[in-house]
């Protein structure tokens, strides 16, 4: 089992940069698959992005490429998401998860772990 702790989140202005970080416990982050997703008042969450534990592919979705950026330190057992050019509508509660069977991994339901998510807003 594996225990995760986000941080990083706050009031930036559109065109600015934040870093989210997600603190794992229990377990090394290299055995599972990691995602991060967001969720905006009344909607439901959704992917952002992805780093799979084979071969550290990764994937986001369309409104984040080029923008965003998920890593891992595998010494520091924590997990990144780089934010750049940030825009009002990605304001949103970010979550980090993981998941141990990367079956389906754009899907919130593949999941087995979760923070309690870390709230970043950003201002036009």
């Known amino acids: 089992q594996v225990q995760l702790v986000e941080s990083g989140g706050g009031l930036v202005q559109a065109g600015g940069s934040l870093r989210l970080s997600c603190a794992a416990s229990?377990?090394?982050?290299?055995?599972?698959?990691m995602g991060w997703f967001r969720q905006a008042p009344g909607k439901e969450r959704e992917f952002v992005a992805y780093?799979?534990?084979?071969?550290?592919?990764?994937n986001y979705r369309d409104s984040v490429k080029g923008r965003f950026t998920i890593s891992r330190d595998n010494a520091k057992n924590t997990v990144y998401l780089q934010m750049n050019s940030l825009k009002p509508e990605d304001t949103a509660v970010y979550y980090c998860?993981?998941?141990?069977?990367?079956?389906?991994?754009?899907?919130?339901?593949?999941?087995?772990?979760w923070g309690q998510g870390t709230q970043v807003t950003v201002s036009s």
């Open positions: 998860a993981a998941s141990s069977g990367c079956s389906n991994i754009y899907s919130r339901r593949d999941y087995n772990y």
């Open positions: 229990g377990r090394t982050i290299s055995s599972y698959c």
């Open positions: 780093l799979h534990r084979i071969g550290g592919v990764t």
